[in-house]
């Protein structure tokens, strides 16, 4: 294994897994990579509770219920870490909420969600900058950077 400062550290939004274990698409297989180098320690992989309950919701609301407990599993197997959510997490989410910019309703697809706001204070508590995702939402909160899994995987 190697030693854990050798390996780089993100925080991994819920999108990163539910490609990985999606259908066909063209993050599939980087986000699928990027969840075998976490398996083998090459990568310290790092999310929160609400990854666990938006895969729940999600899997739930479109009938894959049977497809939990193995989702939950790769979660499980993949990540060196899955934190909390905290009040406190809540209360610097609604801060972060209060310093981004609403737009349009055009534009909502660029806003970040209450679910992002939650991600990125439970990273931001961890000393983690870095958010691998492909929702474009986190762009618009402040101290945020956004990594796409398409060109993070070079870096394994």
Known sequence: MAAA???PRVYVDTTIFMYAMGGESRYRDSCARILRAGAADRAVLVTSAETLQE???RFRSIGRDK???AAFNAISASVQHVLPVTAEDVEEARRLGERTVRGSRSARRSEA???DLVHAAVARRQGLREILTVDAGFAAIPGVKVVDPLE???TL
């Open 55 to 57: 895969v729940l919701h």
């Open 152 to 154: 993070w995987t070079d």
């Open 113 to 115: 969600s209450a679910r």
């Open 5 to 7: 400062t050798d390996c």
């Open 67 to 69: 497809d939990i407990r």
